[in-house]
């Protein structure tokens, strides 16, 4: 996660984006992901449940949801995780949020 966090900066960031990362270590910029001063969020996957808790208004703030290692939904200890995100992708669909999703898969 801090890898495509570091990605991201490092080719977004001169253009002016505002990138942030709330996961892990770095809860810190979870007010700035809350108050919507971002251009692009970085999250990880145990972090989704904490988005989720949040309400529909914070996932109505994601655009593109970009999905790394979709291959560990069979994973019996991230699975769960993967799962979740889809199911909250696909529940905030239904209610009408129009997001476009990306899988990625090494």
Not at 16 to 42: H, K, M
Not at 68 to 73: G, H, K, M, S, W
Not at 77 to 87: K, Q
């Amino acid at each position: 996660m801090n890898e495509k966090y570091e990605d991201f900066a490092a080719t977004y960031g001169p253009a002016g984006f505002r990138i942030i990362r709330c996961a892990g270590d770095y809860t810190d910029e979870t007010g700035l992901f809350l108050s919507g001063r971002f251009d692009l969020a970085v999250f990880d996957l145990r972090d989704v449940s904490w988005l989720n808790s949040r309400g529909p208004a914070h996932i109505k703030k994601l655009g593109a949801i970009v999905l790394d290692e979709a291959q560990f939904i069979t994973d019996p200890t991230r699975g769960i995780s993967v799962e979740l995100l889809l199911t909250l992708v696909l529940s905030a669909k239904s209610q009408g949020v129009q997001h476009r999703s990306l899988l990625f898969r090494r």
